[in-house]
């Protein structure tokens, strides 16, 4: 089992939940050290925990690998011939291609055996998230948000398609996008570090495009640092490297 660390196990279980994308309904948790908090920071030692997805994660790895399939098809469909877009064949303002986004997304969530209710936010920055409401999260997550990433790259593919107008979309689940732009903001400073104290590139994993924007932002204003994207959708991913004047 993987093994995460904190100062404490309440922290070293955040610590792991955040890794995995997932909550503690979802994982088996073995407290393998309490941890020491030591004397003026003398023999101190991190907490330590394992964590095992359960059963429904288990699940979800083969929901994953349906959704990953229907990706594929929505890959080859997209850069096949034009796309009929609607019966008279003409687009769709913004409202109307984002409520038929909805109901496409409430298909997809049936047909995954994990009915979700659609809720249209349109945020003031001219984002819009569509807020994916079931009983059974983790299920829409997936391990590391594979699954909802899938479900983000099919509601980018299916607007595009139909609105007259470029849309930028969000799917979400619960809170876990507020959450991952933590995880995001934690993981671009590392490898910022990471990359300037070996002077080396590092390839992130990929990610969807607004989350990639993320770590962008988080590291624009770090001179000895730059970063670009490579690969295609939805297997796009980011490169952080150091900046050649600098080395």
Known sequence: MPVYEGATIDEAIKHGLDVLGLTKDDVEIDILDEGKKGFLGIGKKNAQVSMEPTVSEEINEAVEEAVQEVVTEAIVEEKAAEVQLSDDGTELDNEEALKQLAIYLTNVTKEMGVPAL?????????????????????????????????????????????????????????????????????????????????????FLEPMPAFERKMIHSALSHDEYI???????????????????KYF
Request: proline fraction near 3%.
């Open 118 to 202: 659609v809720k249209i936010d349109r945020g003031s920055n001219g984002l819009t998230t569509l807020n994916l409401e079931t009983n059974k999260q983790g299920m829409l997550i997936g391990k590391h948000g594979k699954i909802l990433n899938a479900l983000q790259y099919l509601a980018q593919v299916f607007v595009h398609r139909v609105a007259k107008n470029k849309l930028s979309v969000v799917v979400n689940v619960g809170n876990y996008r507020q959450k991952r732009e933590e995880v995001l903001v934690r993981l671009a400073k590392r490898t910022a570090e990471k990359v300037k104290d070996t002077g080396r590139p590092v």
């Open 226 to 244: 730059k970063t670009h994207s490579e690969g295609e959708e939805p297997y796009r991913y980011l490169v952080v490297e150091p900046a050649k």
